[in-house]
Structure formats: structure tokens, C-alpha cells
């Protein structure tokens, strides 16, 4: 299995974070990627983004260093509604909404809130998929997350990270891909990069979908088609959305 996107990347502008995006444009050329997603922090997170950073990623061409920039977010999830941090207006001009759970803007409800939250941010129109699932500090109800993922046609992140930073992802993880397996769930992969070098690392994220027997058609991020039609389906659907709000 071959991954030609990398759906979660930062740049300086997450704050905590070390490269600009040529920077990381760069290092997703090096690694022979066709495309990337710049997805900085939304702005609920100290010492991030500000909301015009989201709105002003429209003045970025469409391709830097030969590669495909996807401008986006990896926009935090605030209450048990699912409702993230960037207004709708702003969300609608981004490319890719990832949406997660971080301690310092929604601290972990145990699994029943936890499966909820996550269940009510799927279903939020403007989130396209969940950025690191797997993360134990937040338990959840595999089954359950997995299917509203499939029935709302959202996908869900395998994060290569997770395996470092996240310790005790990796039980977490294989059984959401098994999972999303069974219930032919679309799956995203990212490298959740703050460094230029780390864009398209990918090592155990290989690991887990070998494992857990995933098909390429399933793994949206194996293909630049398959992805790019999910962006352009789901930025129109959040276009709608937005418009209407």
C-alpha cells in the first residue's frame, strides 16, 4: 500500500510547531507525495491560529513545490454538540475539516460521552473527518464511532504520531481499522507532521492497515483521485451547509 496524500500536517502557525509551508511542501515532494493538507490548529487552542489565518489560506496556489496544497484545519471539537472552533463561513472556503479531541479544549467524559461527542461531530456537516481516534486518553466505542463515520460518508484518521506521542494508540488504532474494515468505513492517513521532515511518515501507519487487511479503496489517501473527489464532494456539501446557516 502506497500513500500519495498526507491528510494532517502543521506549520508554524499551529504555534508549537517548526516549518512553513513551502517547508512542508518540500518535504512532501521529497517523499514523492502528490499532496498535502496544511491542517493548523484551530484557534481555541492557546498560542495558535486566529480565525483570518483560516481565511486568508485562499491567497496559497493550489500547488507548491509541484505538490498539491490542500489548505485546511484540524479544527478542535469545544462541547458535547460536536461543534468546532471556526465559523461556518470560514470553514466553508477550506479544502479538508479535520475535527478532534485536544485536553486543553474538551477534557476527556469517559467513554459514553466521549463515543457521543464524537457521534454528534460527525454528524456536524462541516467536519469531514476525525483527526487521531485512536488516542487513549479519550476511550470510545469503537463499533459505534466507526459506523456514524460510514453512515454519514465521513472518514476517520489512522495517525502516524499516535504511535510516539500518543502512547498506547496502537491496540486503539488496528481495531479501528479492522473496524472501518467490516464496515467499509473510509479511512484517511496522516503524519500529523510539526516538522518538515516528518510529512509523509507513514512507517506505522503501514503496519496497522497490513494488519488490519484494508483495501486501497477504502484508504482514501492511496490515491490523489479518490481523495481529491472526496474534498471537492465534501466542500460542496459544507458550501451548502454554510450557505443556509
Request: net charge negative; aromatic share 8%.
Amino acid at each position: 500500500m502506497t500513500f500519495v496524500i498526507d491528510a494532517h500536517t502543521h506549520s508554524v502557525a499551529s504555534g508549537h510547531a517548526y516549518s512553513t509551508i513551502d517547508e512542508l511542501a518540500r518535504g512532501a515532494r521529497q517523499k514523492g507525495l502528490s499532496g498535502f493538507v496544511v491542517a493548523d490548529h484551530g484557534p481555541a487552542m492557546p498560542g495558535t491560529t486566529h480565525p483570518y489565518h483560516f481565511g486568508n489560506l485562499r491567497i496559497l496556489p493550489e500547488y507548491i513545490e509541484g505538490v498539491r496544497c490542500y489548505k485546511g484545519i484540524e479544527a478542535n471539537i469545544i462541547n458535547e454538540r460536536g461543534d468546532i472552533d471556526l465559523d461556518a463561513h470560514l470553514i466553508a472556503r477550506l479544502d479538508f475539516v479535520l475535527a478532534g479531541f485536544h485536553e486543553i479544549c474538551f477534557a476527556s467524559q469517559g467513554i459514553v460521552k466521549n463515543t457521543e461527542t464524537l457521534v454528534a461531530t460527525l454528524a456536524n456537516p462541516l467536519v469531514d473527518a476525525i483527526s487521531h481516534p485512536g488516542n487513549p486518553s479519550y476511550p470510545i466505542d469503537i463499533e459505534v464511532v466507526v459506523e456514524a463515520a460510514r453512515s454519514y460518508g465521513k472518514a476517520l484518521e489512522i495517525n502516524d504520531s499516535s504511535f510516539r506521542i500518543r502512547k498506547g494508540s496502537d491496540e486503539n488504532c488496528l481495531r479501528i481499522a479492522r473496524t472501518c474494515v467490516e464496515k467499509a468505513c473510509l479511512m484517511v492517513t496522516g503524519s500529523d507532521a510539526h516538522y518538515y521532515l516528518d510529512v509523509g511518515r507513514f512507517d506505522e501507519v503501514h503496519k496497522i492497515l497490513t494488519a488490519a487487511g484494508a483495501p486501497e479503496e477504502l484508504v482514501i489517501t492511496t490515491s490523489f483521485k479518490r481523495f481529491d473527489d472526496f474534498v471537492q464532494t465534501r466542500r460542496s456539501e459544507r458550501k451548502k451547509y454554510a450557505a443556509v446557516s
